[in-house]
């Protein structure tokens, strides 16, 4: 693979590959997590707070995302879209942590919402990165690489989840979700010199390929 794609692609696929890895392992669960640790037991209770938690993370990404995405549209350069991605990342990191600290359905609704934010950060960011450096020729490609780490990290996430609670418990699975997640966000910030320069502007391309200033 690092014959056939730039660095940056390679890394920001990576990336997504952990993160949908980690996150992977809480989208089944989570419902369950409710049920036991929030709803007392009471089914539904449950499907009520995992619908209205569902609510709290999609609509407030949905408003956040734009104004973030015209924002960056409108700075010179990939700094900030890099610092958003990398921030946004590490306050999704730290959700799942915040869960198991959850005892009331206000506090998951609250959670969602900052996760919402640290997504509408995110991800307008990293697709604006990997749109600037997609190695020309490759689009469908890379595009393609893309959609197969994201298939493959929340499959096998999805597959373990039950696995990993049913053998070590929520705690250990909700720290695993904010370790991937961390790792994630590591990631990203070893290719940093390969997205923009010093001065913070882009750095540009010559034959399909990123040339890296010193």
Known sequence: ?????????????????????????????????????????????????????????????????IPIAIFLDKKHGEKDDFWFMVCGMFIAAFIPIGYLFSSAPWHIYLLQVIYAAGMAMVLPSWLAI???????????FEWGLESTSVGMGAGIAGGLSGIVVALVGFKVLFISVSALTIISTILLLLVRKHIFSRDGHIIPFSGGKPVVEP
Not at 130 to 140: L, P
Request: glycine share 8%; no cysteine; proline share 4%.
């Open 1 to 65: 693979m690092a014959k056939l794609i730039n660095r940056v692609i390679k890394t920001l696929v990576v990336s997504d590959l952990f993160l949908n890895l980690g996150w992977g392992l809480l989208s089944p669960i989570f419902a369950i997590f409710i049920l036991g640790n929030i709803a007392k037991n009471s089914p539904a209770q449950a499907a009520g707070i995992a619908g209205l938690a569902a609510l709290f993370y999609w609509i407030p990404k949905s408003f956040f995302q």
């Open 130 to 140: 990997f749109t600037r450096h997609i190695d020309k020729g490759k689009e469908a």
